[in-house]
């Protein structure tokens, strides 16, 4: 066994560490290096740092790990000592995740999970800072019992030329899908995340300054654009400047992570690489893939276009990840490498995972069920705007501003869950379950192999029975999704297929 890279002492520090850190050696620099001086002023700073890579020396010292045919092994802890041991088929996921900073030390952060998800949602199974040879090694260890008999279930899977396939994300689709799936909240959050953790190590001197600058930039798109928003606030305007300065930060973090995005099937075995600045190389067991998920907004319903996201333990389970499997392609697309549109691409990457063609759908006595929720919501936002207003009618321009940017986004979901209505379903086939429902304002149609289908449940509230209609839930056997609710379907033909297919 050998230990994980040196570069994982810097995993092992906490963020206390570089806090007294920067002032530590700012001190020490004031003092123009007289040590004994410095060290009389800072002796606790200077004690606890010690403390803290003390710390961090012992635990990267006691923490062992081995790759090898037989599966994944890992020693911690020098008092409490553990050991554990993952069979190379049991793993469903390995992330390998690359820097600048840790490929110029030869260093690669290796994740790996398994469906017992015992490092929780957020954490995976077993995280090291290995060698990126160690990586290549593991890659090709799990690819070598991935692709073995050994490595079967339930699913029926086609053999052949339909398991070796690659599949390159063109550019353009790689562009339209972070314009698509980029939101403004994210990054603003991302923003907010950086000038806070800025304010902790370098005082709040960039904070303020950013806000200047939003105000300086919204006078200046006043002062530009004159009549065309001369009854907006400034303040209306820095509000402007700061969603639409997120979804561009939000729409380049995409673009930066998915950048080179190339899908490889071998068998058995499932290798996602892509990115620009982090590259990140993932390695998935196909037989552990939970659930495939076309997804649209209104935008590439209307066009014909979807993205496909997989649930693998796992996979696209870090921060600000996508469980992306396919970006942006054609339901019924042209020929892209021999291959055509979505399904015949979904053939190959991922058999067994077939959509169906018919759908158990809402009756149009269920249509209120879809549009009334945001129809409350459009005239409940013009009535507290309209509240708002009477109490403070000295800020009128920024109210009315406020009002209507709230209307937007209401009347929009009033359209996606009219469109909801004629496309939510479900259908049970030989192999799978197949549904279409709509989440806010995300159109899905997922497939669940039957294997990974832990429950089917029918709900009905008092309306529902007055009409007879129900809510079918569908849940899965996967670590992020718990289940699908597809509303307002007839109950009598969903408990008619049910007994049909169990």
């Given at each position: 066994?050998?230990?994980?890279?040196?570069?994982?002492?810097?995993?092992?520090?906490?963020?206390?560490?570089?806090?007294?850190?920067?002032?530590?050696?700012?001190?020490?620099?004031?003092?123009?290096?007289?040590?004994?001086?410095?060290?009389?002023?800072?002796?606790?700073?200077?004690?606890?740092?010690?403390?803290?890579?003390?710390?961090?020396?012992?635990?990267?010292?006691?923490?062992?790990?081995?790759?090898?045919?037989?599966?994944?092994?890992?020693?911690?802890?020098?008092?409490?000592?553990?050991?554990?041991?993952?069979?190379?088929?049991?793993?469903?996921?390995?992330?390998?995740?690359?820097?600048?900073?840790?490929?110029?030390?030869?260093?690669?952060?290796?994740?790996?999970?398994?469906?017992?998800?015992?490092?929780?949602?957020?954490?995976?199974?077993?995280?090291?800072?290995?060698?990126?040879?160690?990586?290549?090694?593991?890659?090709?260890?799990?690819?070598?019992?991935?692709?073995?008999?050994?490595?079967?279930?339930?699913?029926?899977?086609?053999?052949?030329?339909?398991?070796?396939?690659?599949?390159?994300?063109?550019?353009?689709?790689?562009?339209?899908?972070?314009?698509?799936?980029?939101s403004a909240l994210s990054g603003v959050a991302l923003l907010m995340t950086a000038l806070s953790g800025s304010t902790d190590i370098i005082g709040d001197r960039l904070e303020k300054d950013f806000f200047k600058a939003v105000n300086d930039v919204s006078?200046?798109?006043?002062?530009?654009?004159?009549?065309?928003?001369?009854?907006?606030?400034?303040?209306?305007?820095?509000?402007?400047?700061?969603?639409?300065?997120?979804?561009?930060?939000?729409?380049?973090?995409?673009?930066?992570?998915?950048?080179?995005?190339?899908?490889?099937?071998?068998?058995?075995?499932?290798?996602?690489?892509?990115?620009?600045?982090?590259?990140?190389?993932?390695?998935?067991?196909?037989?552990?893939?939970?659930?495939?998920?076309?997804?649209?907004?209104?935008?590439?319903?209307?066009?014909?276009?979807?993205?496909?996201?997989?649930?693998?333990?796992?996979?696209?389970?870090?921060?600000?990840?996508?469980?992306?499997?396919?970006?942006?392609?054609?339901?019924?697309?042209?020929?892209?490498?021999?291959?055509?549109?979505?399904?015949?691409?979904?053939?190959?990457?991922?058999?067994?995972?077939?959509?169906?063609?018919?759908?158990?759908?809402?009756?149009?006595?269920?249509?209120?069920?879809?549009?009334?929720?945001?129809?409350?919501?459009?005239?409940?936002?013009?009535?507290?705007?309209?509240?708002?207003?009477?109490?403070?009618?000295?800020?009128?321009?920024?109210?009315?501003?406020?009002?209507?940017?709230?209307?937007?986004?209401?009347?929009?979901?009033?359209?996606?869950?009219?469109?909801?209505?004629?496309?939510?379903?479900?259908?049970?086939?030989?192999?799978?379950?197949?549904?279409?429902?709509?989440?806010?304002?995300?159109?899905?149609?997922?497939?669940?192999?039957?294997?990974?289908?832990?429950?089917?449940?029918?709900?009905?509230?008092?309306?529902?029975?007055?009409?007879?209609?129900?809510?079918?839930?569908?849940?899965?056997?996967?670590?992020?999704?718990?289940?699908?609710?597809?509303?307002?379907?007839?109950?009598?033909?969903?408990?008619?297929?049910?007994?049909?297919?169990?």
């Open positions: 066994m050998k230990r994980q890279h040196p570069a994982a002492l810097l995993g092992y520090t906490t963020k206390n560490f570089w806090l007294l850190l920067i002032p530590l050696i700012r001190g020490l620099a004031a003092l123009k290096f007289d040590f004994y001086r410095w060290s009389q002023g800072a002796g606790w700073d200077i004690l606890a740092v010690t403390a803290m890579i003390a710390i961090a020396v012992i635990r990267w010292y006691y923490t062992l790990y081995e790759f090898s045919e037989d599966g994944i092994s890992v020693k911690t802890g020098m008092v409490m000592k553990y050991e554990t041991k993952i069979p190379c088929l049991n793993v469903s996921a390995v992330t390998g995740e690359e820097n600048p900073v840790l490929a110029r030390f030869g260093a690669v952060k290796v994740y790996i999970d398994t469906d017992a998800a015992s490092g929780g949602k957020a954490n995976a199974d077993v995280s090291l800072m290995v060698y990126k040879e160690d990586r290549a090694k593991l890659f090709n260890i799990l690819s070598a019992a991935f692709r073995s008999p050994e490595n079967r279930g339930d699913r029926r899977e086609k053999t052949g030329s339909g398991m070796n396939f690659t599949y390159k994300a063109s550019a353009g689709s790689l562009i339209a899908f972070s314009v698509l799936f980029s006078d200046a798109v006043t002062t530009l654009a004159g009549r065309l928003i001369s009854g907006i606030s400034p303040a209306g305007v820095a509000v402007s400047v700061i969603i639409g300065l997120g979804f561009l930060i939000s729409f380049v973090a995409n673009v930066c992570r998915h950048i080179n995005f190339t899908v490889s099937r071998r068998g058995k075995c499932i290798i996602i690489t892509g990115g620009l600045i982090v590259k990140r190389m993932y390695c998935l067991n196909s037989r552990k893939i939970n659930i495939a998920d076309m997804r649209q907004n209104l935008l590439m319903k209307l066009f014909g276009v979807t993205s496909v996201h997989v649930n693998c333990t796992g996979y696209g389970k870090r921060k600000n990840e996508f469980p992306v499997f396919i970006p942006i392609c054609g339901v019924r697309g042209t020929e892209s490498g021999g291959v055509r549109g979505l399904d015949g691409i979904m053939e190959k990457l991922l058999t067994g995972f077939s959509r169906s063609e018919t759908y158990i759908n809402p009756k149009l006595t269920y249509i209120m069920r879809f549009i009334g929720p945001p129809t409350a919501l459009i005239f409940g936002i013009q009535a507290a705007g309209l509240v708002i207003l009477m109490m403070f009618p000295v800020w009128r321009e920024l109210i009315v501003f406020m009002t209507i940017l709230c209307e937007i986004p209401a009347v929009w979901l009033l359209f996606v869950k009219a469109c909801a209505y004629c496309t939510s379903g479900v259908n049970i086939t030989a192999d799978s379950v197949c549904a279409k429902y709509c989440k806010w304002y995300a159109f899905h149609t997922v497939t669940v192999p039957l294997e990974r289908v832990s429950q089917i449940r029918i709900t009905q509230n008092i309306f529902q029975r007055m009409n007879r209609s129900c809510d079918v839930h569908i849940f899965t056997s996967s670590e992020h999704i718990g289940s699908h609710r597809i509303k307002s379907l007839p109950i009598k033909e969903v408990q008619e297929l049910i007994r049909e297919r169990f």
